[in-house]
């Protein structure tokens, strides 16, 4: 496909409470959409990077900066499609997230162009998908307790407690006692911890849990291998894995039983794709982060948990979980899960009079 231009959209979505985790409070989310249009129809896709650096080392500004001046001239003049976008941005170093919106907005408008919805592009093997919902760290552990139980209540199959030095073991334990053994639980330390907390972190064995999620740093996959030696809980990897070529890395050293994997973080849906058939041969489970996703970065991300080796559920929670107004029709939780997009491309597309009140600036590239 011919590319004609490419917006580059700012929004701002309050949250509809403040998100704590072990790196900072998000009370809003400042989102980069990317809007291509080509000659055989438009694209849309979200760069998921935060307002500041600490997830990873990618910010919104910083995103928005390098598509502008690199990412997008990069881009072939002559056409381009999604496949190839990989190839052309291979030059710059790193900026996955910014590379993952540019090649998913490509592939939304060459799938809309085909008529073919991501799921079926991707191979999904089922047309609905199990929703986890990752909570924040909360100010005391009866706030904690009357989250979940909301969580509960609506219907979600997994809870996922954010945890940190100080906030560990006492949560996790009162939402086990009160919830019971029944309950599918696992935490995230976003690489709060080192190895000298192994002993301490092996008390969280006690509770059954699913997985720990990221308890180290993300550069340091031999120490996660000596970590998993001395837990019985699962470790997974999230922030560590930035491509194939790492999970195979940590599937080797014994690093990680379980992996996280994050289309944005990753470099795009294509490459989120070869992890999970990587994991998949080697028997490892996946599930699909979330990056507090509006309905578009949603809408990908549900039809990536449909394919066969997301065996755990997912943070692809309903849109309300974040947003009071989405800019897209919001997925809406029945029965603990969401339905897989089928229309071509994302299957859903921004709503006008929705997109238009939340957008704060746009920016028009022409190729």
Known sequence: MKISGIELRRIAMPLVAPFRTSFGVETSRDVLLVHVVTSEGEGWAECAAMSEPRYCSEYVDGAQKVLRDFLIPALPADGVDAAGVGRALAPYTGHHMAKAALETAVLDAQLRASGESFASYFGAARDRVPCGVSVGIMDSVPELLGAVEGYVAEGYVRIKLKIEPGWDVEPVRAVRERFGDDLLL???????????????????????????????????????????????????????????????????????SVINIKPARVGGYLEARRIHDLARAHGVPVWCGGMLETGIGRAANVALAALPGFTLPGDTSGSSRYFATDITPPFVLEDGHLDVPTGPGLGVEPLPDALAEVTTSTEWITL
């Open 186 to 256: 696992q935490v995230d330390a976003n690489a709060a911890y080192t190895l000298v907390d192994a002993q301490h972190l092996a008390k969280l064995d006690a509770f059954g849990l699913l997985l720990i999620e990221q308890p180290l740093a993300n550069d340091d996959m031999v120490q996660h291998a000596q970590l998993a030696k001395l837990l019985r809980t699962p470790i997974c990897l999230d922030e560590s894995i930035e491509s194939s070529a790492h999970a195979a890395a940590a599937i080797s050293l014994g690093a990680c």
